[in-house]
């Protein structure tokens, strides 16, 4: 009776080490997940049709991007670049869209996208996303983020130049669905200003 005991205690001993140690593992996994999600990159899904088309959207099914969080903070990014942010406004949500101004940069003024109450309206007078005769130039540590599908994007048009300290990550590729995969260049949609005369406006 005694060695019986003795050989049940070893067996939930010996079962206590191997849930421990997969426990470990798991954990371990997890962690080394985390930080190269956060540091290093990774592939995400993201949803909405401001960044469309060179995003896709539907309502079935969401599109992946592979992401470089490398690149936070606004490290090394440039005019171009689609970056996924830490929005101004709500902190607990994100935003994916492209920077059209670095610091120091003048950014023509676009009127700003529609919202809900919009969504049937007719854009018979060019209401929304047409360019104004304005221009602002993005302040030290900012950058100004804007949709590739400017009517129905809410970007710095409507929350002003973003801080650098916001940015996650820069966005590299559309990875799925399978036809629309592609490397994402840095110039699609973004154009230097004619040479005209403008109303200067300096974003403090």
């Known amino acids: 009776m005694g060695s019986y005991v003795r050989i049940l205690a070893s067996l939930r001993t010996s079962q206590t080490q191997t849930i421990t140690?997969?426990?470990?593992?798991?954990a371990k996994l997890a962690l080394v997940g985390h930080v190269f999600q956060r540091y290093i990159g990774f592939i995400r899904p993201t949803d909405g049709i401001s960044m469309v088309p060179t995003m896709p959207a539907s309502y079935l099914k969401r599109p992946y991007i592979l992401y470089s969080a490398?690149?936070?903070?606004?490290?090394?990014?440039?005019?171009?670049?689609?970056v996924i942010y830490?929005?101004?406004l709500f902190s607990s949500e994100s935003g994916?869209?492209?920077i059209v101004g670095m610091p120091g940069d003048f950014?023509?003024?676009?009127?700003p996208g529609r919202k809900d109450e919009d969504?049937?309206?007719?854009d018979v007078d060019d209401k929304w996303a047409h360019v104004k005769e304005q221009v602002v130039r993005v302040p030290e540590g900012h950058c100004w983020v804007a949709g590739d599908n400017l009517e129905w994007s809410r970007d710095s048009r409507?929350?002003?130049a973003l801080p650098l300290g916001l940015v996650k990550a820069k966005v590299l590729a559309v990875?799925?669905?399978?036809k629309d995969a592609k490397w994402l260049g840095s110039t699609i949609g973004v154009k230097d200003a004619q040479q005209r005369e403008h109303e200067w406006i300096v974003q403090r």
């Open 21 to 26: 140690g997969v426990a470990f593992k798991v």
């Open 70 to 82: 490398l690149h936070r903070r606004g490290r090394g990014l440039k005019v171009g670049d689609v």
């Open 86 to 88: 830490t929005h101004p």
């Open 96 to 98: 994916c869209k492209r």
């Open 107 to 111: 950014v023509s003024v676009i009127t």
């Open 119 to 122: 969504i049937d309206a007719e």
């Open 158 to 160: 409507l929350y002003g």
């Open 175 to 178: 990875v799925l669905p399978i």
